[in-house]
């Protein structure tokens, strides 16, 4: 991680940072954190950065700068919670609520204040413009992203993980780890809008051969789908259908279609990679 003491500046308009900046890895990150360490250990997370401001009348502005290891990993940790409009700094950004969320690089950063108000608002977007030039330049997406069929596809309600920690946050499927999802498995999970097709959820997973592919396929028919052990086509409870196949090293499951033919269609536009 560079040197963002020496870096970032220490005053940004009416707001001096106080007290001593902090750096947490992972072993110490739950010094930090007492609960939302895991979310970030399931991704590459290697450092946090952590400074303080002080302003006018006491208020507090927060930041947070996290070294995920990659440009996908960034992307991932900021995917998976984003619920705010998008704010136009950085590669990617939200903002809502004393809370600025960022990813560029291989970075993602939090800025944030338990105040509210125009003033706040204010303050805490300078803060994260000063920041980002000292982020360094754009990475990539995570390649998984180029396999979703782009019709539909609900911007910004993509996310890419790895583990079930980080899928059930997003959208619960099992208290257990039906997927086998682990470290070297890759996620994204999308949402798909409504149209002449209507809405669904498209869950593509990742495994590193066909073999773990084809277990965690298994398990996951036996575990949430066992009615549709034949074809991978079920309707449920809720009168929506899941749909789920494998394609060489990958399991991609349809949540929540309105038919079964949504479910098919979706399906069948995935873009997997040429053998």
């Not at 947490?24 to 979310?39: I, N, P």
């Not at 440009?71 to 700094?89: K, M, N, Q, T």
């Amino acid at each position: 991680m560079p040197d963002f003491s020496r870096l970032i500046p220490v005053r940004v308009g009416d707001w001096t940072a106080a007290g001593k900046d902090a750096v947490y890895d992972r072993k110490s990150l739950y010094d930090y954190m007492d609960g939302g360490a895991e979310v970030y250990l399931a991704f590459d997370f290697r450092q946090v950065f952590v400074r303080k401001y002080a302003g006018p009348g006491g208020k507090e502005i927060s930041l947070d700068i996290y070294d995920m290891g990659s440009p996908a990993e960034a992307y991932g940790i900021f995917s998976c919670d984003r619920e705010d409009p998008s704010v136009g700094i950085g590669q990617d950004s939200t903002y809502g609520f004393g809370l600025l969320r960022l990813r560029q690089g291989p970075y993602f950063m939090v800025v944030m204040s338990p105040d509210e108000g125009k003033d706040i608002d204010a303050a805490v977007l300078a803060v994260g413009k000063a920041v980002l030039p000292h982020l360094g330049p754009p990475g990539p997406n995570p390649p998984l992203l180029d396999l979703l069929p782009p019709d539909g596809l609900k911007t910004g309600r993509t996310s890419y993980f790895h583990s079930e920690i980080n899928l059930n946050n997003r959208f619960f499927v099992a208290s257990e780890n039906i997927f086998r999802l682990g470290k070297t498995t890759e996620c994204v999970f999308a949402e798909y809008g409504t149209g002449k097709e209507g809405e669904a959820n498209l869950l593509l997973v990742a495994y590193r051969d066909a073999a773990g592919a084809r277990t965690a396929f298994d398990s996951f028919l036996a575990a949430y789908l066992p009615e549709g052990k034949t074809t991978g086509l079920a309707k449920t409870e809720e009168g929506k259908w899941t749909f789920v196949r494998t394609n060489g090293r990958f399991v991609a499951v349809v949540f929540d279609a309105p038919s079964a033919k949504r479910a098919e269609t979706l399906q069948a536009a995935i873009l997997y990679p040429k053998r």
